[in-house]
Protein backbone atom coordinates (compact mmCIF):
# COMPACT_ATOMS: atom_id res chain seq x y z
CA UNK A 1 0.00 0.00 0.00
CA UNK A 2 1.19 3.18 -0.72
CA UNK A 3 1.69 5.91 2.00
CA UNK A 4 -1.00 8.07 3.37
CA UNK A 5 -0.94 11.05 5.55
CA UNK A 6 -3.56 10.27 8.46
CA UNK A 7 -5.00 13.13 10.55
CA UNK A 8 -5.78 12.11 14.16
CA UNK A 9 -7.40 14.00 16.92
CA UNK A 10 -5.78 13.41 20.17
CA UNK A 11 -6.99 13.68 24.02
CA UNK A 12 -6.78 12.77 27.45
CA UNK A 13 -8.63 13.79 30.68
CA UNK A 14 -7.05 11.82 33.36
CA UNK A 15 -3.88 12.89 33.96
CA UNK A 16 -3.51 14.87 30.54
CA UNK A 17 -0.40 16.25 31.08
CA UNK A 18 1.16 12.87 31.79
CA UNK A 19 -0.94 10.92 29.06
CA UNK A 20 -0.67 13.38 26.32
CA UNK A 21 3.21 13.47 25.87
CA UNK A 22 3.33 9.44 25.68
CA UNK A 23 0.51 9.29 23.23
CA UNK A 24 2.89 11.93 21.09
CA UNK A 25 6.11 10.29 22.10
CA UNK A 26 4.40 6.23 21.12
CA UNK A 27 3.29 7.83 17.64
CA UNK A 28 6.47 9.52 16.94
CA UNK A 29 8.39 6.17 18.22
CA UNK A 30 7.09 4.24 15.49
CA UNK A 31 6.35 7.08 12.35
CA UNK A 32 9.51 8.98 12.65
CA UNK A 33 8.16 12.28 12.03
CA UNK A 34 4.55 14.12 13.07
CA UNK A 35 2.94 17.36 13.03
CA UNK A 36 1.43 18.74 15.80
CA UNK A 37 -0.88 21.62 17.05
CA UNK A 38 -1.62 22.96 19.73
CA UNK A 39 -2.35 21.60 22.51
CA UNK A 40 -5.57 22.92 23.99
CA UNK A 41 -7.29 22.92 27.27
CA UNK A 42 -11.06 22.47 26.57
CA UNK A 43 -13.86 21.51 28.68
CA UNK A 44 -15.52 17.91 28.29
CA UNK A 45 -18.64 17.39 26.43
CA UNK A 46 -20.93 14.45 26.38
CA UNK A 47 -19.68 13.46 29.07
CA UNK A 48 -20.64 13.48 33.28
CA UNK A 49 -17.23 14.70 34.28
CA UNK A 50 -15.73 17.73 35.63
CA UNK A 51 -12.12 16.96 34.25
CA UNK A 52 -11.06 19.05 31.49
CA UNK A 53 -9.40 17.55 28.62
CA UNK A 54 -6.23 18.79 26.53
CA UNK A 55 -6.77 18.14 22.74
CA UNK A 56 -4.29 18.32 20.31
CA UNK A 57 -4.49 17.39 16.20
CA UNK A 58 -1.42 15.23 15.29
CA UNK A 59 -0.41 14.31 11.48
CA UNK A 60 1.40 11.38 10.12
CA UNK A 61 2.36 9.55 7.27
CA UNK A 62 1.87 5.42 7.19
CA UNK A 63 1.73 2.61 5.00
CA UNK A 64 -0.59 1.20 7.23
CA UNK A 65 -4.00 1.09 6.46
CA UNK A 66 -6.80 2.41 8.62
CA UNK A 67 -7.85 -0.66 10.32
CA UNK A 68 -3.96 -1.68 10.82
CA UNK A 69 -3.35 2.22 11.76
CA UNK A 70 -6.79 1.71 14.33
CA UNK A 71 -5.72 -1.16 16.35
CA UNK A 72 -2.14 0.12 17.14
CA UNK A 73 -3.50 3.34 18.31
CA UNK A 74 -5.90 1.43 20.22
CA UNK A 75 -3.48 -0.82 21.56
CA UNK A 76 -1.93 2.63 22.72
CA UNK A 77 -4.73 3.48 24.01
CA UNK A 78 -5.12 0.29 26.51
CA UNK A 79 -1.37 0.48 27.29
CA UNK A 80 -2.08 4.00 29.14
CA UNK A 81 -4.95 2.31 30.80
CA UNK A 82 -8.06 3.21 28.51
CA UNK A 83 -10.59 -0.07 28.77
CA UNK A 84 -12.14 -0.32 25.38
CA UNK A 85 -14.38 -3.24 26.05
CA UNK A 86 -16.30 -0.96 28.55
CA UNK A 87 -19.30 -0.42 26.90
CA UNK A 88 -19.88 3.32 28.72
CA UNK A 89 -16.49 3.73 27.22
CA UNK A 90 -17.98 6.78 25.30
CA UNK A 91 -19.41 8.72 27.88
CA UNK A 92 -16.46 8.39 30.62
CA UNK A 93 -13.31 10.23 31.87
CA UNK A 94 -10.38 8.52 29.64
CA UNK A 95 -6.77 8.47 29.79
CA UNK A 96 -6.01 8.17 26.18
CA UNK A 97 -8.21 8.99 22.88
CA UNK A 98 -6.97 8.87 19.36
CA UNK A 99 -9.41 9.11 17.08
CA UNK A 100 -8.37 8.65 13.15
CA UNK A 101 -10.56 11.76 11.57
CA UNK A 102 -9.70 11.63 8.14
CA UNK A 103 -6.98 9.84 5.47
CA UNK A 104 -5.65 11.56 2.13
CA UNK A 105 -2.84 10.12 -0.12
CA UNK A 106 0.19 12.07 0.75
CA UNK A 107 0.66 14.68 -1.85
CA UNK A 108 -3.06 15.64 -1.64
CA UNK A 109 -2.69 19.27 -0.08
CA UNK A 110 -6.44 20.40 -0.63
CA UNK A 111 -9.19 19.50 2.18
CA UNK A 112 -13.12 20.14 1.86
CA UNK A 113 -14.68 21.04 4.92
CA UNK A 114 -16.91 17.85 4.81
CA UNK A 115 -13.22 15.98 6.34
CA UNK A 116 -13.41 18.47 9.36
CA UNK A 117 -14.55 16.64 12.43
CA UNK A 118 -18.05 18.67 14.04
CA UNK A 119 -16.59 19.05 17.56
CA UNK A 120 -15.40 22.63 18.10
CA UNK A 121 -13.23 21.38 20.40
CA UNK A 122 -11.46 19.21 17.65
CA UNK A 123 -11.91 21.66 14.55
CA UNK A 124 -9.63 24.47 16.20
CA UNK A 125 -6.47 22.23 16.53
CA UNK A 126 -6.83 20.79 12.99
CA UNK A 127 -7.37 23.69 11.52
CA UNK A 128 -5.02 25.11 12.83
CA UNK A 129 -2.63 22.56 11.97
CA UNK A 130 -3.68 22.16 8.02
CA UNK A 131 -3.10 26.09 7.93
CA UNK A 132 -0.22 25.47 9.61
CA UNK A 133 0.84 22.71 6.60
CA UNK A 134 0.23 24.98 4.20
CA UNK A 135 -2.99 23.08 3.26
CA UNK A 136 -5.45 24.58 0.83
CA UNK A 137 -9.11 24.37 3.35
CA UNK A 138 -12.61 25.02 1.94
CA UNK A 139 -15.05 26.17 4.08
CA UNK A 140 -13.21 25.97 7.19
CA UNK A 141 -14.13 28.60 9.58
CA UNK A 142 -11.77 31.31 11.48
CA UNK A 143 -10.47 30.51 14.81
CA UNK A 144 -9.29 33.32 17.51
CA UNK A 145 -5.59 32.32 18.25
CA UNK A 146 -5.95 30.71 22.06
CA UNK A 147 -2.96 29.98 23.79
CA UNK A 148 -1.70 26.53 23.48
CA UNK A 149 -0.86 24.33 26.85
CA UNK A 150 3.03 23.61 26.78
CA UNK A 151 3.98 19.98 27.49
CA UNK A 152 7.19 18.16 27.38
CA UNK A 153 7.73 15.19 25.30
CA UNK A 154 11.18 13.35 25.30
CA UNK A 155 13.82 16.91 25.75
CA UNK A 156 10.86 18.65 23.02
CA UNK A 157 8.38 21.66 24.40
CA UNK A 158 5.36 21.08 22.27
CA UNK A 159 1.72 22.40 22.76
CA UNK A 160 1.96 26.31 22.38
CA UNK A 161 2.39 26.30 18.91
CA UNK A 162 2.31 23.87 15.25
CA UNK A 163 5.57 22.23 15.87
CA UNK A 164 6.83 19.47 13.43
CA UNK A 165 9.18 16.49 14.64
CA UNK A 166 11.67 14.58 12.49
CA UNK A 167 13.81 12.28 13.63
CA UNK A 168 17.41 12.57 12.05
CA UNK A 169 18.98 10.14 10.05
CA UNK A 170 21.87 8.39 11.59
CA UNK A 171 24.88 9.01 8.87
CA UNK A 172 27.41 5.69 9.23
CA UNK A 173 30.40 6.42 7.45
CA UNK A 174 31.94 3.38 5.32
CA UNK A 175 35.55 2.95 6.02
Known amino acids: MDKQQY ?4 GSNIDPRE ?3 KMIAALFDRMGQLDISKVYRTAPENLNSDNYFLNAAVRIESELNKAELKKWLVGIEEH ?11 IKDRTADIDILFCLPVQQQRIKSSH ?4 VYMQQPLVELLKYLRYEIS ?8 PGVELMV ?22
Open 154 to 175: NDWSVGTKEVSLRQRESVVAEL
Open 7 to 10: FLGL
Open 116 to 119: LPEE
Open 19 to 21: NMP
Open 80 to 90: LGRDRSDPDKK
Open 139 to 146: GAGDYSAQ
